[in-house]
């Protein structure tokens, strides 16, 4: 496994340098087009723990305004995402900006997902495992039910990973993952304010 975390990180830089390259036209499209619902940055920048529960700030396209009631309460994921930020989610495509992360050395393609920091002290001493390797944009847990599992479950597909990831393992989750995302499959539904809202995600 030691032998396969020196390649996997070697495939991390080499794939994301790549994409980035590659992908480039459509990251400026897509920031000139977000550029026309939000008139600062475009990023969405939140601290999160990584490998070892190290600290990071993780990066995603926008794709909600920040939007509050006359009481002064954040308003419903659905009426504050726009139009692009719903398409952008429903492919994953606010996810790209993580490819800066990998580069850094905060993330990997495949690890367990990295949650917000106040659930650190929620965690079991088990769950906290999940952090003995560095953050995925896409993990096991995504692949076996994603939004739809339990906090319990997905916890336990982590902790699953972590023992037991290998070249084979990391490559069935990429290429099950392309086929999620391309069938849009996965999304958590949920309702608000009698809406369905297909895009809400949890992390």
Known sequence: ?????????????????????????????????????FKESVFFVQERPGYRNRIFKIYKFKSMHLLFDKNGKLL????????????????????LPQLINIIKGEMSFIGPRPLRKEYLTKYTNEQLKRHNVRPGITGLAQIKGRNNLSWENRFKLDVEYVKNYSFIMDLYIFFKTLLIVFSRKGEKYVYKNGTQDSFAKLD
């Open 1 to 37: 496994m030691k032998i396969y975390s020196f390649f996997k990180r070697f495939l991390d830089l080499f794939f994301s340098v790549l994409l980035i390259i590659l992908l480039s036209p459509l990251f400026l499209l897509i920031y000139t087009l977000l550029k026309r619902d």
């Open 76 to 95: 419903d994921d659905l009426e504050r995402t726009t139009k692009l930020g719903r398409f952008i989610r429903s492919f994953s495509i606010d996810e």
